[in-house]
């Protein structure tokens, strides 16, 4: 089972991401409403796969990202960037900052399900 | 033979055009270049005029006027290269008249009248090198008619100024004329200079406004350009924003529906249970609570573009201020969310009825008060005030909380701008303040921020008691 960590500001997407996991019985699951909790934890949980939004206060999801993938634990850790901010050159700029998939919201629960899943 | 020719012509160009020293092409450059060669003239004419004097004889005295030329030509270069224009020109003229006048010794006739239309001619060449019309046609016509009557005093041989006759006095009229016909020349040429002058500073005048002018015009232009930019770019934030501000209930909605319907189709007679049914039934309201919030931010956006397109949907009634206040202040505390907080409310107005949009009145004090709450310490106290300011009546909310950041103080009456002091827990939709300010504007008054402190956050709302003679008629289509 992989370690999931979701970082989104708004609670209810939290709640709404959980949910879609918790019937996985040895799956661990940490949620941060901050970029900037997310990122003081990381070294410590070192999480398998991360779905991350875009739009937060303080660190954006982008820089998040890319903090993550230039540490040794985090090159590893699939990151998963769900936001409501569209555009192509949004897209553009979460593949910049390396992300491995990229949704706009609303995204399909079983498509991420899938997704998460994969990463092991 | 051209080795020989082109130094001596580049020694008459560097002549010609000494004392220039304006901008090319100006009028005064062409008169410097017309009087530094007439005098140049001068100087070249004289001495194959005074050769065939001597040849014929003709005493020396007479050659004096010519000798005159000779000193007279170069002073007017040199006066011209001082830039001293007037006093060259008058040069000018002082040696043709010596020529016209040694031409007449020479011819043997009476000179008067070939020197007199001589200088005309001069000075009519001096007007035509001028730039403006009206200076050039004036000048001409002072030169002419003034030159062509005392022509005709000569020739009844009385001096017109000093009244002698010339057949009496011919010294006298020698000395007197010579004075009287410079001092005529001089006050045309001052008359035509003061012209020029007076054309010239017009002309810098108006090139320095038109200077000004186009500066101004520049800036004007940039910033129409920069506001049309900010605006451009405030629209397509807008756009972004809403976009995005859909898509997160949307997210809710979509997802929670998604989640129970995977629930209920894992649900089976066997492995039925009362927290499973529970727990779908909670995804289906949380579903609902996501529709409902995106109703709601459908309907704030609808409301915030109809008042930007229709300014005057107030329904005013009488109403009691205080009691309004109060019974927002009521519900607010009545919230389960809203219970750690103190309010205090004082009223110093003398009346509490008021002429005005009750609704609008309302929406705009609870936004405060709710604001308020959110963005205040627990266990702190939220300070309304009722009072009158001249025409105005204001309301005061103060809350003791997280502050707003300096550089975010311009930005939140803008749509969709959440204060990052917290973080988006608080909820909202971001466009409260927005759609207050405008309701207040909407009321007569406005919706200010008195003082973004982080100690003391104070938002003023007043508001104008509307006239009840305008609204007690009902308004023509």
Same mark, same amino acid.
């Given at each position: ?120 | ?6 130094? @001596? ?95 007449? @010794? ?12 001589? +200088? ?115 629209? =397509? ?29 894992? #649900? ?27 109703? =709601? ?6 409301? #915030? ?18 009691? #309004?206040?109060?019974? +927002? ?17 004082? =009223? ?10 009750? +609704? ?39 809350? !003791? ?16 701008? !959440? ?59």
């Amino acid at each position: 089972m992989p370690k999931l960590m979701i970082v989104d500001d708004e609670t209810s997407n939290l709640d709404l991401f959980r949910e879609l996991f918790v019937d996985e019985e040895d799956m661990t699951i940490e949620c941060y409403a901050s970029g900037n909790d997310a990122l003081d934890a990381f070294d410590n949980s070192s999480p398998d796969v991360m779905i991350l939004d875009v739009m937060m206060p303080g660190k954006t999801g982008f820089e998040v990202c890319e903090e993550i993938k230039a540490k040794a634990k985090g090159s590893k850790t699939k990151v998963i960037i769900v936001t409501g901010m569209a555009g192509d050159e949004v897209e553009q700029k979460a593949r910049e900052v390396g992300c491995d998939s990229f949704y706009l919201k609303p995204v399909d629960m079983m498509e991420l399900y899938n997704e998460v899943m994969e990463a092991q | 033979m051209r080795k020989l020719f082109n130094p @001596i012509l580049n020694s008459i160009i560097w002549l010609a055009t000494r004392g220039v020293n304006g901008q090319a092409g100006s009028a005064h450059d062409r008169i410097t270049i017309f009087v530094n060669s007439l005098g140049l003239f001068g100087i070249f004419a004289v001495f194959p005029i005074a050769g065939t004097l001597l040849q014929k004889g003709i005493p020396i005295e007479n050659s004096l006027y010519f000798i005159s030329v000779l000193i007279t030509a170069p002073l007017a270069i040199f006066f011209n290269s001082r830039n001293q224009h007037f006093v060259a020109r008058c040069m000018i003229l002082f040696a043709s008249i010596y020529i016209g006048w040694g031409a007449g @010794i020479f011819f043997g006739k009476s000179f008067n009248g070939h020197y007199i239309f001589f +200088v005309s001619i001069i000075l009519s060449l001096t007007a035509f090198v001028r730039e403006h019309w009206s200076i050039r046609i004036g000048t001409f016509a002072l030169a002419v008619s003034g030159l062509l009557g005392m022509d005709y005093f000569y020739h009844t041989g009385v001096f017109p100024i000093t009244g002698f006759n010339s057949i009496e006095f011919p010294l006298s009229t020698l000395i007197f004329d010579t004075l009287a016909i410079s001092g005529f020349i001089s006050i045309i040429t001052f008359i035509e200079k003061s012209f020029s002058e007076k054309y010239e500073a017009q002309l810098e005048d108006l090139n320095t406004n038109l200077e000004t002018r186009v500066r101004e015009r520049t800036e004007q232009l940039v910033k129409a350009s920069e506001e049309a930019i900010a605006a451009n770019m405030r629209k =397509s934030q807008f756009v972004a924003n809403t976009s995005h501000e859909l898509r997160t209930p949307l997210q809710g909605i979509l997802g929670f529906s998604q989640l129970a319907d995977l629930k209920l189709n894992k #649900l089976t007679p066997e492995n039925f249970s009362k927290e499973k049914v529970e727990k779908i039934q909670e995804q289906i309201r949380r579903a609902q609570g996501n529709a409902n919030r995106l109703l =709601s931010l459908i309907e704030r956006l609808l409301e #915030l573009t109809r008042f930007e397109s229709d300014e005057e949907r107030v329904f005013p009634s009488h109403f009691n201020m205080k009691d #309004l206040i109060k019974s +927002v202040i009521e519900e607010t505390h009545g919230s389960e969310y809203y219970q750690k907080q103190k309010i205090e409310f004082v =009223s110093q107005l003398d009346f509490e009825n008021i002429f005005s949009d009750q +609704v609008l009145y309302r929406q705009i004090i609870t936004n405060l008060i709710v604001n308020a709450v959110k963005y205040s310490h627990e266990g702190s106290t939220i300070n309304v005030k009722l009072f009158q300011e001249g025409e105005l009546i204001s309301c005061s909310v103060v809350n !003791q909380g997280f502050g707003i950041p300096e550089d975010e103080v311009k930005e939140i009456f803008e749509p969709f701008y !959440q204060s990052s002091a917290t973080d988006r827990r608080v909820g909202g939709t971001g466009l409260g303040l927005t759609l207050c300010s405008k309701y207040a504007r909407n009321l007569g008054g406005s919706l200010d921020l008195m003082s973004p402190d982080p100690e003391a956050t104070e938002f003023k709302v007043s508001i104008k008691p509307l006239n009840k003679e305008e609204y007690s008629l009902p308004k023509a289509a």
